[in-house]
C-alpha cells in the first residue's frame, strides 16, 4: 500500500467513526511562540484541547505535514527523518480511552483496513509514577481485545507521557503500537529496547493540566490525540525494512543517484539520507503557506542549513557543485512526488526553484574554499577555538552545527559558546531561534498571543478605515514579543499616518468593545463582510470573530473578551516586506 493510499485510508476509517476531516496546517505556526515548526497534530490543536470549542465538532482527523528538527542528528539511519506526515485522530472531550484503543486496534488489524498480523503487534502502556497511575484502564482494553500480557510492557515518563509543549499546559499517559519488522519470527515476550519492534502509533490521552514544576491537575475536557506516522506505517505495509525505499523516498535516491553517478551502498548511504530528508524538508518549508526564505534567523536559519548541508553532502559523495542547479534539480523530484496532495508545492514552485537556485550559488562560491581552511585548522589535531570557528561562520558561511559535524568527524571538539558570544558580539539578533522557548510557558506565552492577536484584527481594521479601504492582510506572524502584520500598499507610511493608526485603534480598545465568536458557512461569513485568508481552504463551517460594531474576521481564534484587557497600542516599525507589502510590528504596551 502506498503513503497515499494510506492516508486516505485512515481518513475513511475515522470518517466511518464520525470524525471530521480538517486540513493540515501550516509547517510554520502562526500563533506559538513555543516551537519554529509543527512538530506534531496536536500542535495546531492546543486552543482546542484546552477547551475551546472547534467549529466542526468534538471528534476530527487529519494529516499534518510535521518537522522535527531536534531528530536532524539520528537521520542516516533506516526510519529517522526529520519532515514527516502525521496521521491523527482526535476528541476533544469526546471518546477516551476505550475507543481510542479500540479504534486503533480496529484499524491495525481489520481486513478491510491494514490487515496486519497480531502476532506482530505489541504495546506499551504508561507504568505510573508519583504524579499519575499505572495506566491499567489502557491494558485491559489491550488485552480484551487479544494483546497477550506478555507484548504489553509499562514503561515511566520518558516513554509514555506526551506534553506539555512548553512549561504548562495539557498533558497525559500515553500507549504506544510497535511492529516487529523483521524477518525472524517474532518473539513471544515484547521487550522496547530492541530495535526490530518499531513504534508506528501513539495514543495520548491528555488529562491532565501541568500548571507549574511537578503540578498536575486533572483536566475538566478529557481528551485524545493520536499520531501515527505515515511513511513508517507504509515501510511496513510494504514489507520495507528502510524508510528510503518507500516510493516518497526511492525518486530522490534515484536522484542523487543520477546527479552523483553512483549507487547507494552502505558507506555513502547517510549523505544519501541527509540529502534526501534535508531537501524535501527544505522544499515543504520554502512551499509553505507560510513559506519563508533562508535567513540568519529563525525558520530561516534552519531552512538554511538544510540546504547547506545538503550541498556539504553532495560534495562528500563527490559531486562538483558548479554544474546545475543540483538542489532545484532534487526539489524538481519532491514536488512532483508530493504534488497531488500539496498542490501548494506547484503553486510556488517559482519561489522555491528562485531560492535554492540563490542559496545553492551563494554557498557553492565558499564551500570549498572553506573545507580547505577546516582541513587547515584540523590538521594541527587540536580542538577548534571560538575564533577559528567564527571565521568559518563568517567568511565561508558554514553553519555552527556543520563545523561541529566537521570538527566531529575528525574527533575533535569545537568550542561553541565561545562562538556564541562571537557571534552576539557582531549581531543583536539570536541565530538560534530553535533553542529560545519561551520561559514563561504556554499558558502565560497564550496569554501574551491572545491579546496581540485580537490587536491584529483591530490593526488589519484600522489600516482601511484610516489609510485606503483597498488593503488587505498578507501575512501575520506573532511571537511572546510583538506582532507583524503585512499588508498590501505601494509607499511608506507617513509619520502622521502611522499616528493615526495608533490613535484609531487606541480609541477602539478604550470604548471596551466585546469579542464574539461565530459559527457559520464560509460563503456566509464573507457575505457578511467577513475578511478572509487569501487563497484559503475553508471546511464548510468556520468561526467568525468580531469586535463588536468594528470588525469581522473568518479566524481559529483565540481571542480576548474585551478590547480593554488590552493594553496600549504602539507601532514600532513599518518597513517593505516584499515589492508591493508594507510590514508593520507593533507591541501592547502596559
Ligand atoms: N502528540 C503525539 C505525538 O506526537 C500524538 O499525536 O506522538
Redesign the pocket.
Known amino acids: 500500500m502506498k503513503a497515499t493510499d494510506l492516508k486516505k485510508k485512515y481518513l475513511k476509517f475515522f470518517e466511518s467513526k464520525k470524525h471530521k476531516i480538517i486540513e493540515s496546517a501550516p509547517l510554520i505556526p502562526e500563533h506559538d511562540p513555543t516551537v519554529l515548526f509543527t512538530?506534531?497534530?496536536?500542535?495546531p490543536l492546543v486552543p482546542f484541547l484546552m477547551g475551546q470549542k472547534h467549529p466542526l465538532g468534538k471528534r476530527l482527523a487529519d494529516v499534518q505535514k510535521?518537522l522535527r528538527t531536534q531528530d536532524i542528528d539520528e537521520v542516516g539511519d533506516e526510519t529517522h527523518t526529520t519532515f514527516f506526515e502525521?496521521l491523527?485522530n482526535w476528541s476533544l472531550g469526546d471518546y477516551f480511552k476505550k475507543e481510542a484503543i479500540e479504534w486503533s486496534f480496529e484499524f491495525l488489524t481489520g481486513d478491510k483496513w491494514l490487515n496486519l498480523p497480531l502476532d506482530r503487534l505489541a504495546v506499551t502502556c504508561f507504568k505510573g509514577d508519583k504524579d499519575a497511575p499505572k495506566d491499567e484502564e489502557a491494558a485491559a482494553v489491550w488485552k480484551e481485545l487479544g494483546v497477550p500480557e506478555e507484548r504489553i510492557a509499562f514503561l515511566g515518563k520518558e516513554d509514555n507521557w506526551?506534553?506539555p509543549a512548553g512549561e504548562t499546559g495539557p498533558c497525559g499517559p500515553?500507549t504506544?503500537m510497535f511492529y516487529w519488522v523483521s524477518d525472524e519470527k517474532p518473539p513471544k515476550k515484547f521487550d522496547p529496547s530492541d530495535k526490530r519492534w518499531v513504534e508506528i502509533w501513539?495514543?495520548?490521552f491528555m488529562q491532565y493540566n501541568k500548571t507549574g514544576p511537578g503540578k498536575f491537575e486533572p483536566l475538566e475536557q478529557k481528551n485524545v490525540?493520536?499520531?501515527?506516522g505515515t511513511e513508517r506505517v507504509a515501510m511496513v505495509l510494504q514489507g520495507k525494512k528502510n524508510i528510503f525505499e518507500i516510493e516518497v523516498f526511492e525518486p530522490i535516491i534515484k536522484k542523487i543517484e543520477e546527479i552523483s553517478k553512483q549507487k547507494v551502498n552502505d558507506l555513502n548511504s547517510k549523505s544519501f539520507r541527509v540529502i534526501a530528508d534535508h531537501m524535501k524538508a527544505a522544499t515543504f518549508i520554502l512551499g509553505d503557506e507560510r513559506g519563508v526564505p533562508p535567513s540568519n534567523l529563525d525558520q530561516g536559519y534552519i531552512l538554511r542549513r538544510y540546504i547547506r548541508r545538503s550541498l556539504r553532502h553532495l560534495r562528500l559523495l563527490g559531486v562538483e557543485l558548479s554544474s546545475v542547479d543540483l538542489t532545484v534539480e532534487i526539489s524538481k523530484v519532491v514536488i512532483k512526488i508530493y504534488e497531488k496532495d500539496y498542490p501548494i508545492l506547484k503553486k510556488k514552485q517559482d519561489f522555491i526553484f528562485t531560492e535554492l537556485k540563490r542559496e545553492e550559488n551563494k554557498f557553492q562560491k565558499t564551500l570549498d574554499k572553506g573545507l580547505k581552511e577546516f582541513e587547515k585548522i584540523a590538521k594541527r589535531g587540536k580542538d577548534m577555538s571560538s575564533q577559528e570557528a567564527f571565521l568559518l561562520y563568517q567568511s565561508y558561511g558554514f553553519p555552527i552545527e556543520m563545523i561541529e559535524e566537521l570538527a566531529e568527524e575528525k574527533k575533535l571538539k569545537v568550542d561553541v559558546k565561545g562562538f556564541n558570544k562571537e557571534y552576539e558580539k557582531h549581531q543583536a539578533l539570536s541565530r538560534k531561534g530553535a533553542e529560545q522557548k519561551f520561559k514563561g510557558g504556554l499558558s502565560e506565552a497564550s496569554e501574551i498571543t491572545t491579546k496581540l492577536h485580537t490587536a491584529t484584527h483591530l490593526l488589519n481594521e484600522a489600516l482601511r478605515k484610516v489609510i485606503s479601504p483597498d488593503i488587505k492582510q498578507r501575512g501575520s506572524n506573532i511571537t511572546t514579543e510583538r506582532l507583524r502584520f503585512d499588508f498590501n500598499f505601494d509607499r511608506k507610511l507617513t509619520n502622521e499616518e502611522k499616528k493615526a493608526v495608533e490613535d484609531e485603534i487606541n480609541r477602539v480598545i478604550d470604548e471596551g468593545l466585546e469579542i464574539k465568536k461565530e459559527e457559520m458557512s464560509p460563503d456566509d461569513a464573507i457575505k457578511k463582510g467577513a475578511q478572509a485568508e487569501f487563497g484559503a481552504k475553508y471546511p464548510p463551517k468556520v468561526s467568525v470573530y468580531s469586535v463588536k460594531g468594528y470588525s469581522m474576521e473568518i479566524c481559529m481564534g483565540p481571542h480576548v473578551k474585551n478590547t480593554k484587557e488590552l493594553g496600549h497600542f504602539k507601532i514600532k516599525k513599518e518597513e517593505s516586506s516584499a515589492a508591493g507589502i508594507r510590514r508593520i510590528k507593533a507591541v501592547l504596551e502596559e
Open positions: 512538530t506534531a497534530g496536536m500542535h510535521c502525521m491523527g506526551w506534553g500515553d504506544e501513539n495514543d495520548v490525540d493520536t499520531g501515527l
